[in-house]
Every structure is written in structure tokens, then in C-alpha cells.
């Protein structure tokens, strides 16, 4: 997978929205890992800008994120989420929104993005929280993109083999951000790393890129030695100059509370792993009603974020971190790329 | 630690109490690893006379288990349990015990099984669930016996350090069995195997064993990239024929089954790991009171299960098993130590 596409280390920078910037995925790229961005966030003249400003900063390797399903709407446990939510907006001064809305829209049956993504081709197009349709699956392979997406059961990475997907992200239990569980109703195993991959390259025959709790070279090493063909890191970049991350999430990526995150469903109506805060601790508090559905309740999360943002106060922020995030390390993404490769003994 | 010992290859074969057998210890101590027993389960005279069975065999390195603190009896939690139990004691036909006892008795304080400890004089003991009085550990160390103790959390870590433990089991969330937590009441941070062993080798200076979802000599290998000095595994020694695992626990494991495991507490009363069944099932289910406190609770199973087994239903037996249980293999320990030095790439 690597090789094919000329990426000198089986090093992935992982496609974090919100986080990842061109500057991040070019330097990445670079330095022979392959860079990437995360683009479910984004609108699709968004994304072809960074995907077109990674490029100005070189022939990079950018990769993509799908956002899931078309989120299932309903008012009333909407409105209860609100009301859930409304002391905390009370503690930033700010009336409770009156609605919330779906504010990512879904890859699927997105003719745009795909348009978009074949016009640009970037080298690897990566999927989260699910896979592409088959038509569009096939678009991209005519147009010579290679596809990854992520799974976190046998399941999920059995359905992408199917699919015909090149490679498959195992994302363990430890890792940051989003979890990309196809199907949030059904029960998780909640598979570390290491066992994920040990049994998803008895599995299946495609390549297995590790993902979850990778910090250093030596995880890349273990996760090597596991039969994966690669890792991805993503905690790991995020202390990067290069990235999006502000001045509140690097303080505290630096600090005693890197070692406290939680896997919460609360801050985007999907589970994802960040650092416990004012936000995780009230909506997570017992007796809270149902989350509004993803993306709905990431609106909420984000309207109540920019009001405290207002008083200075990013105590209501998603700062998306894995379980590893102690060992996160504060260097150009040159020089960390460099640190992976020389602690991890790979050769180019 | 291993050298320190004469133990060939940095393999310990978990103990497990109602699993380990001499003969399962002798055999993975005669092909190079650090077999053990599980003695928490026995009275100082079956522990006696378990460790001398297994010198029978050879002088092996028998390690035991310490048992947790006292438990805080409560008859309404008690009662409230069995009523939760209730129903599925009529399943098998049973009425629901009128009390359940606290079955086991924590090594602290223990003078009689210190004693016999010392005069046994096992080449190294083990400690679950907690640590040892500063006196118990310094009789042991005056005995020439080095002392190892799980691990699930950095500030466990550094008080097993400040003690004086010689080898600390960085014991992450796949581990099958009983979780060591200290304090059942503290928030867990569920970190993984490769995270938490990442975490201790730069913070502690013992040596540190990694365990959880360790199935193969690959995950060994792996674990010693992430610095350990050794990988201990339990689920992948309850198929050998050595083991006193039951027709049904083996069955299972072989099982479609063992990919389904639950960290759950009500089994015993402590958070443990195992092969999802009825009874976790029926005890888990929404709206369950308050656990009854370790090993109270274990009674209540351990009597719902015997009243099953009359009738051949092993739906309510504790079959502790990891996330990497669908990995196990069934072979003879010796056969099963070779393999995993030979796909570790270990040297003796």
C-alpha cells in the first residue's frame, strides 16, 4: 500500500478535522509519512481549497473522511437535549439554542464531493463511521485513488473487504476523536489496538494500518510486529506547529489532565475520546436524557463552546485525544516524522 | 528479572486460580517461562500443597496471587442481590441461597499464609487487586522471594515502586479475569496494553510485564518493542490440556462465543473479564441493584452455577476470558511455549 504509493514510511498522520491543515498534511507527506486531512467538517469548496493548498506546498498525499449517515431527526429528544444542556449555557451567560441542526452533511449520496474528489484526486480517499456506496467506490478507482476506511471489529472490516476498500484502518479502543463504529446501536467489544489487529490480519487479506494509543516509534514498531503494514497516529501530531489546535487544547494536551480522557457520545451525538471537561462531566452526569443524534449534538456542543469561547473559557470545547495522549511531543511535524522513523529503526 | 531468576525467555504463564494446575506451572517452568499458580482461591493447606505439587514436577517458579482487601458486608446490598438473582436460581431450578459468605480471604494480614509463603519459598510472588503490608514484603524479600504485582493505572504503579515491588504487570483493559484495580470506587481509565506499558516504561524503573490480549508470540514481540521486560498471558494457556478448565469453558473459548467478552462485576463483585453467558446477561440487565461486594458475590454465582452444572447448564459459570480469547490455541504448554518463542524470535 505504502510503496505503491510512493510514501517512504508506513506512517499515516491521521485526517483529524478541525485539526489537520495543509501545513500539517504537506510537512507530513514531506517527510515521507502520508499526510492527511480531514474533510468531513468541511464544505466541499473548503475541502478542494485545502486539498488544493496541500498541493501548493507539494504533491502530497492527501486523504479524505466520510461523515456518516444522514442523521435521524427527532424534536423532542432534541429539545430534551437542550434542556439538558441549558445550565451549562446559563454558566456562559447564553440563552440555550432554540434549534440545532445537522450541520455536516454525509458523503454518501454526495455527488459534489465525489465530483470533487475525482477532479482533485488525491492519492488515498479514507472513509470513517462507515463506506462509500458501490458506484461511488467504483468512480474512485477509476480514477485512481486508492481507498481506506476504518474498522473497529471483525465485522465492520469484513464489510469493507467486500466492498472492495484497499486498506483498513483498525482504530483500537485508545484512540482519539471520533470512534468510526458503522452502527452506533450495535454493542462495541471495544477492541484495543493490539488485539484488533492481531485478529483483523488473521482475517482479512487487506493491509492493516494500526490506529489507536500509537505516540512513538516504538508503537509503530509493536504495531509492525503485530502484522500490521502500518499506523496511524493522530494525538500525536496534534502539538504540531502546524496544527489547527489552539492555545487551550495544547495546554492542556501538555498537562495532567492529557491522562484523563473519556469516550463520550455526549459532545457530537457519536462516541469519540477527548479530554474530560466541564462539557463530558455535566452531560455525561447521571439521569441525562438521550444525545441528539450526529451531527445535531455537536451543534449544541459547538453553539455552547463559542459562548464560552466569548468569556475565555474552553471548558466546553472538544479536545479529541487518545488514551496515549501523555506522550504526546511538541516538534515540527519534520521533526516528529523523523523522531517516528529513527525510534521505530524503519528504513526508507 | 527473568535472567535474575534462570527463567529462559520473558514468558509468564498468568495465574489463574480454578485454571493454573502444577502441572500446567511445571510444564510452562520446564519449557522456559515463569509458570504460576492462582492461589487466591485456596486455603493456605491447598496453596501448600499446590506449590509443593508443582516442585514435584521440577523446581518450577510458582508465583500466587494476593486476595483484595476484606469485604464491606451490607445484608440489604446482599439480599437486594439475590432477589436480582433470583429468577435465574428458578431457571435452574434453585431456590436463591438465604446468605452468601465472604468466600475468600485477602492476604493481608494474613500471618498463616505469609508463613507458609516463607517456608515454601516460591522464586516469586505475585499480587492482585492491591499490595502487600510493608512488613509481609520485607519478609518475603528477607526469604529470597521477589515480588511482582498488577498494574492497571500509573498511580498504582508508583505506589507498588514505593513499596518496593520488584516487577510490576502493566495489566490493560483485554485482560480476561479480575481487573487488579486497587480502588473498585476510583474512575477507571481503561487504558490498553500497549498504552499502559508505553506509559510505565518511562515512568516507573522496574521492570514491567506487560498483559492483556496476548495471544501469540507476536504480541510478545510487540510488547517488548513498547520496553517491557516480559508479557504475561492467561487466556492463551486455558486450552492446554494442563489447564483444569472444564469441557464447557473449552468449548466455548473454540467458540464463535469467545469474541464476545464483557468486563463486568456482577460475576464476583469485582470488575473481571469473561465469555458473555446468561448469567451475565440476566445480572447486567437494566435497573440491577447494587452489586454485592467482592467475593460475596462470587458466592451467590458460584452457588447459582453449581445448582446449573447439576442439571449440565454452564450458562452461569465465570468463564474469564481476554479480548484475544477467538486467538487461544489448544496444544500442551510446552508445545505452546515453543511456538511462542519461536514467533517471538526470542533467544534463550
Redesign the interface.
Known amino acids: 500500500m505504502f510503496q505503491d504509493l510512493g510514501i517512504r514510511y508506513p506512517i499515516v498522520q491521521a485526517p483529524m478535522a478541525g485539526v489537520s491543515t495543509p501545513a500539517l498534511a504537506a510537512a507530513a507527506s514531506n517527510a515521507g509519512a502520508l499526510g492527511s486531512l480531514g474533510i468531513g467538517a468541511s464544505t466541499v469548496p473548503q475541502a478542494r481549497k485545502m486539498i488544493q493548498d496541500t498541493r501548493a506546498h507539494r504533491q502530497a498525499n492527501q486523504r479524505e473522511r466520510l461523515l456518516p449517515r444522514t442523521a435521524v431527526r427527532d424534536a423532542a429528544r432534541e429539545a430534551a437535549w437542550l434542556r439538558h444542556l441549558a445550565p451549562v449555557f446559563a454558566e456562559v451567560g447564553s440563552p440555550p439554542p432554540t434549534e440545532i441542526d445537522e450541520i455536516y452533511r454525509t458523503f454518501l449520496g454526495d455527488d459534489e464531493a465525489l465530483q470533487m474528489l475525482i477532479e482533485e484526486r488525491p492519492a488515498v480517499v479514507s472513509f470513517h463511521f462507515g463506506m462509500p456506496s458501490a458506484d461511488a467506490l467504483a468512480a474512485l478507482r477509476k480514477a485512481g485513488i486508492k481507498t481506506m476506511a476504518s474498522a473497529t471489529n ?1 465485522r465492520e472490516a469484513a464489510a469493507l473487504e467486500e466492498a472492495g476498500i484497499d486498506a483498513v484502518v483498525a482504530q ?3 484512540a482519539g476523536g471520533h470512534r468510526g463504529v458503522f452502527d452506533t446501536d450495535a454493542i462495541d ?7 484488533l489487529v ?2 483483523l490480519v ?1 482475517q482479512s487479506k487487506l493491509p492493516v494500518i494500526a490506529a ?5 516509534g ?2 509503530i ?3 509492525l ?3 500490521a503494514a502500518g499506523a496511524q497516529l493522530g494525538t500525536a501530531f496534534v502539538l504540531c506547529p502546524e496544527s489547527s489546535a489552539d492555545a487551550s487544547y495544547r495546554a492542556n494536551l501538555k498537562s495532567a489532565r492529557a ?3 473519556r469516550l463520550t457520545t455526549t459532545l457530537s451525538g457519536r462516541p469519540a475520546r477527548g479530554i474530560v471537561n466541564r462539557f463530558i462531566e455535566h452531560a455525561e452526569a447521571a439521569g441525562r436524557p438521550d444525545i441528539a443524534a450526529y451531527p445535531v449534538a455537536y451543534d449544541a456542543a459547538k453553539q455552547l463552546n463559542a459562548a464560552a469561547a466569548k468569556l475565555g473559557n474552553s471548558e466546553f470545547a472538544a479536545q479529541w485525544a ?3 495522549a ?2 504526546a511531543r511538541e516538534m515540527p511535524a519534520a521533526d516528529l516524522v523523523a523522531t517516528l522513523v529513527a525510534e521505530a529503526k524503519l528504513e526508507g
Open positions: 471483525l483500537g479502543i485508545e467489544e471495544r477492541l484495543s489496538m493490539s488485539v492481531r485478529l488473521r489507536g494509543g500509537i505516540m512513538d516504538f508503537g514498531r509493536a504495531a510486529d503485530l502484522g491522562a484523563v480522557t487518545g488514551q496515549g501523555p506522550l
